[in-house]
């Protein structure tokens, strides 16, 4: 049952996030706060598994690619308003308790919200836990030639194309617009992925998916190719908006035919290997960056 899974998740990052707030209260030992992270980012790969392949269930097919847009847009909305906000409150109160306090409240209450949404859910027959079933999701990928094609498109682009982790000395040795500026710069692709995603979701869904793909992925490389030889700040930004822009067209197509093209059972293994190839490239991506 993916909204329980869904429910319980976020709850356990609720809890971890009340042990960050008593761990920030009591100057506990710092070590605590590896663990409170390391049980955020165990529940978060359930978490995303699970809404990932629960969002086909509450939409027609039809509607899915529209579905999935309004949730990056969303996405991208929170990564520019939660950390802007979490900056305020640490400006006014010099602490990150409240932080914590927040977070957790936030948590309980999409728990709340979620918990609410009326979805018939069909029991399927439980399988053994075998090798053979934990591999099913990477069986699955490796086997639908569409479905590697879309992941390892992805992943090879964040992998070699990725510059965010060169931001702020970007911000500091190139463009030498400081600490105000590098917050411009970070904002500037979630800017880019929300204006895309307004237009995609007000216009018919795509007809051709994989051109659309395959040009948002180029698109993205060369405005990462004029992000690295601009040194002019606002032609930087430009580039970045953009590349937040064609990194949206790609999302949107990608989830949207991973979730197509994979059966109801299988959904959430291939979620979790889809959400693997994104976070090991992202974080690799930064490391050769």
């Known amino acids: 049952n993916r909204k329980r899974i869904i429910v319980l998740m976020t709850l356990i990052v609720a809890s971890a996030n009340l042990g960050l707030a008593t761990i920030s209260a009591a100057a506990a030992p710092v070590w605590l706060i590896y663990l409170c992270l390391a049980i955020t980012?165990?529940?978060?790969?359930?978490?995303?598994?699970?809404?990932?392949?629960?969002?086909?269930?509450?939409?027609e097919r039809k509607e899915l690619s529209r579905a999935v847009t309004w949730s990056s847009t969303m996405f991208q909305f929170s990564s520019i308003t939660g950390p802007a906000a979490a900056g305020a409150v640490l400006h006014f109160t010099h602490h990150a308790t409240p932080i914590y306090l927040m977070n957790a409240a936030f948590a309980i209450t999409c728990s709340v919200l979620v918990?609410?949404?009326?979805?018939?859910?069909?029991?399927?027959?439980?399988?053994?836990?075998?090798?053979?079933?934990?591999?099913?999701?990477?069986?699955?990928?490796?086997?639908?030639?569409?479905?590697?094609?879309?992941?390892?498109?992805?992943?090879?682009a964040v992998l070699l194309g990725g510059a965010t982790a060169l931001l702020p000395i970007y911000a500091k040795e190139i463009l030498a617009v400081g600490p105000s500026g590098l917050g411009f710069l970070q904002a500037a692709l979630p800017c880019g992925a929300i204006l895309c995603a307004f237009i995609v979701a007000h216009r018919p869904p795509m007809q051709k998916a994989g051109r659309s793909l395959?040009?948002?992925?180029?698109?993205?490389?060369?405005?990462?190719?004029?992000?690295?030889?601009?040194?002019?700040?606002?032609?930087?930004?430009?580039?970045?908006?953009?590349?937040?822009?064609?990194?949206?067209?790609?999302?949107?197509?990608?989830?949207?035919?991973?979730?197509?093209?994979?059966?109801?059972?299988?959904?959430?293994?291939?979620?979790?290997?889809?959400?693997?190839?994104?976070?090991?490239?992202?974080?690799?991506?930064?490391?050769?960056?």
């Open 41 to 59: 980012g165990t529940a978060r790969t359930f978490l995303m598994a699970a809404t990932a392949s629960f969002l086909p269930q509450l939409v």
């Open 115 to 156: 918990g609410r949404v009326r979805q018939h859910h069909v029991a399927v027959e439980r399988e053994p836990t075998t090798l053979k079933t934990l591999l099913t999701g990477f069986s699955f990928v490796f086997t639908n030639r569409i479905v590697l094609g879309i992941i390892t498109l992805d992943m090879f």
């Open 214 to 289: 395959l040009l948002a992925v180029a698109i993205f490389g060369f405005a990462t190719i004029g992000f690295g030889l601009s040194h002019w700040f606002w032609l930087s930004f430009l580039m970045l908006f953009i590349c937040g822009a064609a990194d949206n067209v790609s999302v949107v197509v990608r989830h949207t035919l991973v979730q197509l093209l994979t059966p109801n059972e299988k959904r959430g293994r291939v979620s979790a290997v889809n959400n693997l190839f994104i976070g090991t490239s992202n974080e690799l991506g930064e490391f050769e960056s």
